[in-house]
């Protein structure tokens, strides 16, 4: 009995270690949300409320930043250094916006994952493929899970500790000390005073911690539930490339009860599935539109950084910046492949089953998931792309095409 309650096992561990990320941010999954409107919503999440205006507060004053160097002509350095923070923010705002926008559909999604584990599970018992590629996946959950966590730790240390060191350096050459913060802000008074950098450190680093957290929550979600759903894709393989017959006789195609009863139950859970990845849709699709709009000028602007700048400690963050940005959307991109092929291999499973001992009406039902099949379930850029290898290659491309103009400019 281990073998078929292992997946619900993995997934509620999953489910446990994304809820623990969004609870930092006071938007934890509730059930309960299914039978809420959306103000009672954001009622049940004062605390994220809170985090939501403190957060907004620093992103509305580095636009006012951006808008000040517009005026005044700052550096190139200065804006590039600036951009990737202000990127990083909008698309963390984005992604919480429509998280909680969209609270019904993601509570659905866990709560049909739940109750095609529970149906698969009764319906065959030992799926040794199945099991085999499970543990395959979740390594690469967890990979995706804590690669996403590095990179983004690592750059927020950075530009925590830099100021610090800067103020070092400057206080060594010159005597005097000369206090500076993790992020380039516009405030209306002056930030370096000793009586008001205390506490305009701690609200910059809180804000960067919420911009992580708002990036790292869903996308940890959104890895969790392609992964399941994939599993669920290979349960359904396996079933339909095993389904039975209880006549004796394969030739005599009279009406078999047992073999209809199973082919109703594949179309079930078969649409149940792709009502899942349309939920997926539902919740990201606008959210991933900016995200794969701005990748390219995410990896382009901090791999410009990295290369450009002199000065050792104010370079080191973009290296955070650089990995989370190449890794965030591959992620995003290497699931959506996924989801692809696993849906399109269920016309291939319809295939290697016994179709041939069914009768008229049940070789009509298999047919029909058949044609079914051969249109992916997928995910998209709010229908301006699809989420797959091919967009990762092409973001990588126009990355590099960017990064190439930027430094043929800047020389």
């Known amino acids: 009995m281990e073998r078929i309650s292992q997946e ?74 600036f951009l990737p923070c202000l990127t990083l923010c909008i698309l963390g705002d984005l992604k ?64 925590a500790v830099g100021p610090f060191v800067l103020t070092a350096m400057e206080y060594q050459e010159t005597g005097v000390i000369k206090l500076g913060l ?86 079930e859970r078969h649409k149940e599935l792709i009502r899942c990845v349309q939920l997926l849709e539902t919740i990201y699709s606008k959210s991933t539109l900016f995200n794969v709009a701005t990748s390219s000028l995410l990896i382009c602007i901090s791999g410009f950084n990295v290369t450009t700048i002199d000065n050792y400690i104010l370079m080191v963050p973009f290296f955070g910046f650089l990995s989370m940005g190449l890794f965030q959307i591959y992620v995003l991109c290497y699931y959506g492949d996924l989801l692809m092929q696993s849906s399109l291999d269920i016309g291939d499973a319809i295939y290697k089953s016994q179709w041939y001992v069914a009768n008229a009406s049940d070789m009509k039902d298999m047919l029909f998931i058949s044609m079914r099949s051969r249109r992916p379930c997928k995910l998209t850029a709010y229908g301006f792309a699809e989420i797959n290898l091919h967009t990762y290659y092409r973001i990588m491309g126009t990355a590099w095409s960017y990064f190439a103009l930027l430094k043929t400019v800047y020389k």
């Open 96 to 159: 919480t916006f429509y998280f909680i926008k969209h609270g019904n559909e993601v509570n659905d999604l866990v709560k049909t994952l739940r109750k095609l584990q529970a149906v698969s599970d009764k319906v065959r018992v030992f799926r040794d493929e199945v099991e085999e590629e499970m543990i395959k996946q979740m390594p690469k959950l967890n990979f995706a899970t804590y690669s996403l966590w590095c990179s983004n730790a690592f750059g927020l240390i950075t530009f």
């Open 8 to 81: 619900s096992a993995l997934f509620e561990k999953s489910l446990d270690r994304v809820n623990k990320v969004l609870r930092i941010l006071g938007m934890s999954l509730d059930e309960k949300d299914l039978d809420r409107s959306y103000g009672e919503i954001l009622r049940h999440r004062l605390f994220f409320c809170f985090n939501c205006l403190w957060f907004n507060n620093d992103v509305i004053l580095e636009v006012a930043w951006l808008i000040d160097s517009l005026l005044i002509g700052r550096s190139v350095i200065e804006i590039t250094y």
């Open 182 to 267: 993790p992020f380039l802000v516009w405030y209306p008074f002056d930030p370096s005073d000793i009586r008001i950098w205390p506490f305009t450190y701690i609200h910059q680093l809180w804000s960067a911690v919420n911009a992580i957290f708002t990036v790292i929550g869903p996308d940890n979600y959104f890895s969790m539930s392609c992964t399941f759903i994939h599993v669920q894709f290979l349960k359904l393989q396996y079933d339909i490339e095993r389904i039975t017959t209880s006549k004796a006789d394969p030739k005599n195609k009279t009406k078999d009860k047992l073999f209809s009863a199973q082919i109703l139950q594949i179309i």
